[in-house]
């Protein structure tokens, strides 16, 4: 139980430190010249986290459980301030205050990752380590939302000229959003909704969906590489959102697993 804790939280601290790491780089890219607070703000967060994932990296499996409690707490509290920044410059945005190359979606779409994972953090410390079938359903929303984000960032940011690929990345935005929507509607229908066959049903779905979107992203990144893609995505907002479907993939096949575990209906 101790060294599943250990593992889980580093698992999910390095993963998440790195991702609340490159929000903070791609906020920072996305501030004008003049806006020199706010680009110190957001180098700020980079620097912490960074510190961050390196701290999570130099534990061992068998780190005291104590220090792992300690590491989540602290990494709580950073998420916290990053996810009010990130809000602050949200409404910022939205109140025509600055003007900045963020969608506000985007900025949004970060804020919801930090909170996720600062749920995820408290989950932790609380002791619960596996993903429980109570949970399918709202993880489904929440990824699904994000992987449907995706795919609109891509359309939005490639080359007016890519129209093949602008329509595919739109294709993949209406898919996901009517997956996210029947998600939803199961939300809805709670209890009877989380009999193990609709949720079986679900993840299959989802896993079909996001597996040829993480196709899609990792093909998207290779063209970047090699510089055959007209676009502005940035190399590694591309190798981020490719990373945070395979995230999702593998959360899937671990609901796929507890379901298989757990009682019968």
């Known amino acids: 139980m101790s060294n599943l804790f250990v593992d ?21 890219l996305g501030f004008t010249v003049d806006q020199s607070k706010l680009i110190q703000e957001a180098s ?3 620097t912490l986290f960074e510190s961050i994932e390196e701290r999570a990296a130099s534990f061992t499996d068998n780190a005291e459980r104590e220090h792992i ?7 709580y509290q950073a998420t916290s301030h990053l996810w009010a920044f990130k809000r602050k410059v949200l409404e910022l945005i ?24 600062m749920n995820r953090l408290e989950q932790l410390n609380k002791g619960i380590l596996e993903p429980l079938p109570d949970a399918v359903i709202n993880e489904n929303v929440f990824f699904l939302r994000l992987m449907s984000d995706h795919a609109k960032f ?3 940011l490639l080359d007016p000229s890519e129209r093949n690929l602008i329509t595919e990345a739109a294709d993949f935005s209406y898919q996901l959003d009517q997956l996210l929507f029947q998600a939803v509607d199961l939300e809805a229908m709670r209890p ?15 896993r ?10 990792r093909t998207i990144k290779e063209m970047i590489e090699e510089c055959r893609l007209r676009s502005v ?31 019968n209906d």
């Open 208 to 217: 079909l969906m996001v597996q040829s979107l993480h196709d899609f992203k």
């Open 154 to 156: 891509i359309s939005h």
């Open 69 to 75: 409690v300690r590491l989540n707490m602290e990494t």
């Open 44 to 46: 700020h967060f980079h």
């Open 8 to 28: 889980r939280s580093l698992e999910e601290v390095q993963f998440w430190g790195c991702i609340m790491k490159e929000h903070a780089l791609f906020l920072r």
């Open 94 to 117: 939205l109140s025509c205050k600055i003007i900045t190359n963020n969608y506000p979606l985007f900025v949004d779409h970060a804020s919801r990752e930090a909170a996720y994972f």
């Open 192 to 206: 009877a909704s989380q009999t193990s066959q609709v949720l079986r049903r679900l993840i299959e779905e989802s």
């Open 233 to 263: 995505i940035h190399p590694l907002l591309a190798d981020h959102m490719l990373r945070e479907a395979h995230r999702f993939l593998d959360l899937l096949d671990r609901f796929e697993a507890s379901l298989t575990a757990g009682p």
